[in-house]
């Protein structure tokens, strides 16, 4: 079975692929840099941030984590190249409303049995700018991060569209 979304992603594409003229870009991103930011779907990250194809390496998670972005941080910065690093948190996160006992049980209840067990961690935050700091610093000081790289942290706010640096 089709579905709605799955129709739409085709039509979508073979509209795109009418002007496609980008097939030659090389794989590593031609500006150096990656941005690690939220899945959050109201953060267009290519018109936020002002990316153009093939500039940058996009890495999507719930809120930004970098720890959850540390393996496509490491083949980003090792085998691609890049030499700097975007962690951009945002306004009014999900991340920022629920523990990691809430986020566990309504997991578990859906399943109708646990599957993910007390020590499993979603990386909640309480603190949006405490935040980007904590993850910033886990990224200096965790040793993967290419040496000399640039490693800061912002703020995208949801409502205005502008971004504030934290670190």
């Known amino acids: 079975m089709t ?78 190249g890049t030499k700097e690093i975007l962690l951009i948190k945002h306004t009014k996160c999900g991340m920022l409303t629920f523990s990691n006992a809430d986020a566990r049980k309504i997991v578990n209840e859906h399943q109708g049995k646990e599957v993910i067990g007390s020590d499993f961690d979603f990386e909640p935050f309480g603190d949006l700018e405490e935040g980007v700091r904590e993850d910033v610093k886990w990224l200096k000081e965790n040793g993967g991060v290419v040496e ?20």
Request: net charge positive; proline share 2%.
């Open 3 to 80: 579905t709605e979304t799955q129709k739409h992603l085709v039509a979508a594409s073979e509209k795109y692929a009418e002007s496609f003229d980008k097939g030659h870009l090389a794989s590593p991103p031609a500006k150096k840099y990656l941005i690690v930011t939220c899945m959050d779907a109201r953060i267009d990250t290519t018109a936020a941030f002002g990316i153009d194809l093939g500039d940058a390496h996009i890495i999507r998670n719930a809120g930004g984590n970098a720890k959850d972005a540390y393996r496509s941080i490491l083949i980003s910065q090792h085998l691609l």
């Open 148 to 167: 000399g790289a640039v490693v800061s942290g912002w703020v995208y706010q949801v409502t205005d569209g502008k971004v504030k640096q934290i670190v």
